[in-house]
């Protein structure tokens, strides 16, 4: 299997404010509880707020941002999902107004079996309160990706899913049954 990590997911819309190792660790979490993380923490994949509906997803310090990425085994398919995250949680690092693109950052760590198809990574967007559940925003294609390094994907996500962006953030990951491990890190919303 190929080890897949996210790390670092975060909304650009001004100047990025670096997070001092006593951010990072303000929000420990109570055993088998979410960590209670900023949503900036969360994005960026520094607590354990995130579960995935198959395989196996842990913390690992590969990370491209912050001081954790997020590293999922087992290949076929899986659905990543962050823990709630309210609406005044989401102004910290939403845009204030328009259009804006979530961005992702995922390094291949080992060489895939079969170089022809790697798989692909899913980001999708709910907000249940407004009836928005499981918006696909878009797919990024792993193959090809070099090995070691992080690459960074990113999606168009519309000023009417801003507005109503009020819940989990999602994303799944599509490999190959014997696929390595795959590190993600450094989810974030920027300015289009």
Not at 92 to 119: F, H, K, M, N, R
Not at 149 to 154: A, D, G, P, V
Request: hydrophobic share 40%; net charge negative; aromatic share 8%.
């Amino acid at each position: 299997m190929l080890p897949f990590s996210l790390d670092a997911v975060t909304f650009e819309s001004g100047p990025e404010v670096p997070l001092s190792q006593e951010a990072a660790f303000a929000c420990p979490p109570e055993p088998g509880q979410p960590s209670g993380c900023p949503a900036g923490l969360v994005m960026d994949f520094e607590g354990d707020d995130w579960t995935a509906s198959a395989g196996s997803i842990q913390r690992v310090s590969a990370a491209n941002s912050g001081f954790s990425a997020l590293e999922y085994s087992g290949g076929g398919y899986a659905e990543l999902e962050s823990r709630p995250l309210g609406s005044g949680e989401l102004l910290e690092v939403l845009p204030e107004t328009g259009p804006a693109t979530l961005l992702l950052d995922v390094i291949p760590e080992t060489p895939p079996p079969d170089p022809y198809w790697t798989g692909a990574v899913q980001l999708f967007i709910s907000a249940p309160d407004a009836g928005l559940h499981n918006a696909f925003l878009g797919q990024g294609e792993l193959t090809g990706l070099p090995l070691e390094q992080y690459s960074t994907f990113s999606v168009p996500v519309s000023a009417e899913i801003i507005d109503d962006l009020r819940g989990p953030l999602q994303g799944s990951l599509n490999l190959p049954g014997d696929a390595p491990p795959l590190v993600i890190d450094n989810l974030r919303f920027g300015s289009p």
